[in-house]
């Protein structure tokens, strides 16, 4: 059976514009960009031979980066793309190493460094501004963030645009579709930046805007069946999740019953939700779903373990067995039927940042780590026993899995639901993990989240939950003192979750969820707001 159907995989079967990284912190947005323009686009690390490539891009970016060009050991893009005849942007680092490849002396340490927001003027030429600046004249707000400069133009190029700092800021070549800026028009600060890269894309490098969830279903579908066979049997974990959901969503669609879908509830899940998920895959969405219920293992296990670390690690040991455990079963009943062939690949949900944190370039130096694992579940399951992966959301970012995700009919609340920990409640509880405090944890979340939703407000935050402290405070409630727990809130937004500001709520919301969790929840006698933003905190309290 082949590992994969070439001509189906998506930068075969839409015009795709090659991002290739040089390390800047901004390459992913370059992809993202013209992802919302409905142009395929994906990075590869700068070190990528054209050789080895195995389909051909519609255009090529170089991305920023932190080298200068000119320093022993920094990187340098393969000569072939030049002769690939697709026109070419380079951005900052990419716009140097264009002017450093016609000579080395075109770029130089430039005396302060340009940080921040700038004045760009595209050069107007008889009354035309360049192609890449098309219906952009008059000034512009960009964002620069270089050090070094370009000392001259390099051959056959001319400018097409300028700052007050930069006389370069802007560059094409006079006959071959080569251009290069030096600000970042991937980051929101430089205002008509996506103009600037549809330019390039649509215009310049005459790319389809046919990327698209309803598009991308059909095709995936295709490859799921063609992939896994007439007979194939797909397993994988659901957590009640978006990612997981859409992922499962997906296999039924394109094999049915074949796909067998496992929720594990490790006892520290949110209220209701083993139902709920269950209710939802099943009833709503029609996938084969079993349930275990391993609560007691995963709470009897927790029984003492107060280090974070500890508890996180239990926690993925136990799912692994219990999983592996059901996989036999399922596989046991699978191999009596005759309708079906053995289990032979394991679903996984792994997200296109995944697939970017493990191939962006970190250095000349550093060798380019394999993508590991999402979720920790399956090394021992694909290696052990033989599982090959099948990972379908592995080219999307997570706003394109929500639009998936609509696509096939699930539902805007699920679809839109936020992030849940693998590990659940017990890393949202300090300290030790009992019975009685995920009880606790869990009815004040679903108190706080019921609200949240009732504000209308759910949708304007990436994540919210009430977590517990290790610590009691003393309260008063019917002229009796008390001594009870501490219920921390904490609600963040955040567009890609590596950084994270506090929710700002009303006072009045504060002070409407403190009381009813105070009144709803027995034993609770205070709520926390938890003000940290990420970094220095963390999104989750564990
Ligand atoms: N390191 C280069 C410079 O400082 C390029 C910076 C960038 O690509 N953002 O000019």
Redesign the pocket.
Known sequence: MATDIPELVPHKAFDTILTLDFG?QYTHLITRRLRELHVYSEMLPCTQKLADLDWTPVGIILS?????VYEDGAPHVDPAYFELGVPILGI??GL?ELAYRSCKDNVVAGTAREYGHAQLQAKSVNGHVDRLFENLEGEMKVWM????KLSKLPDGFHTIATTGNSPYAGIAHESKHIYGIQFHPEVTHSENGTTILRNFAVGICGAKTNWDMGKFVDQEILRIRKLVGEKGQVLGAVSGGVDSTVAAKLMHQAIGDRFHAVLVNNGCMRLNECETVHKTLTENLGINLTVVDASKLFLDGLKGVLDPEQKRKFIGGAFIDVFEAEAKKIEDAAAKSDKAGKIEWFLQGTLYPDVIESISFKGPSATIKTHHNVGGLPKRMTEGQGLRLIEPLRELFKDEVRALGRELGISHELVMRHPFPGPGIAIRILGEVTPERVEIARKADHIFISMIREAGIYDDISQAFAGLDSNKAVGVMGDKRVYGYMIILRAVCSSDFMTADAYPFTNEFRKAVATRIINEVDGVTRCLFDETTKPPGTIELE
């Open positions: 800047s920023g980066g932190p080298y200068s900052c680092y140097q963030s270089h050090g070094d």
